[in-house]
């Protein structure tokens, strides 16, 4: 058995990639029962892709709450399971219909 925990063990079954980018602003909730946004700019997107929205909601290394700043530098990181992913040299499907 791994000394790795199961949580490690399991992203080696992934496939991902990690892009830098930047908090843009932060958007107040448009009603007090919604959650803050943080805009992100995410680098090495399409132009009309380049910003994503996601609530402002994170936790710090001791579980408190904690919102980004603008200005803040983060990672953004896209994940899919090995099964859902195909080489770059494969045909695609819908391309033979």
Same mark, same amino acid.
């Given at each position: 058995? $791994?000394?790795?925990?199961?949580?490690?063990?399991?992203?080696?079954?992934?496939?991902?990639?990690? =892009?830098?980018?930047?908090?843009?602003?932060?958007?107040?909730?448009?009603?007090?029962? =919604?959650?803050?946004?943080?805009?992100? $700019? %995410?680098?090495?997107? +399409?132009? =009309?892709? *380049?910003?994503? *929205?996601?609530?402002?909601? =994170? $936790?710090?290394? *001791? !579980?408190?709450?904690? !919102?980004?700043?603008? !200005?803040?530098? %983060?990672? %953004?990181?896209? /994940?899919?399971?090995? +099964?859902?992913?195909? $080489?770059?040299?494969?045909?695609? /499907?819908?391309?033979?219909?």
């Amino acid at each position: 058995m $791994s000394d790795k925990p199961k949580d490690e063990e399991e992203d080696q079954d992934k496939a991902a990639v990690t =892009l830098p980018g930047t908090v843009e602003k932060v958007i107040p909730p448009i009603h007090p029962s =919604l959650p803050e946004k943080a805009e992100i $700019s %995410v680098e090495g997107a +399409d132009e =009309l892709y *380049r910003e994503i *929205r996601v609530e402002n909601t =994170l $936790s710090d290394e *001791r !579980g408190n709450e904690v !919102g980004l700043k603008p !200005g803040a530098e %983060v990672d %953004v990181t896209i /994940e899919a399971d090995a +099964d859902a992913t195909k $080489s770059k040299n494969e045909p695609d /499907e819908k391309a033979k219909t």
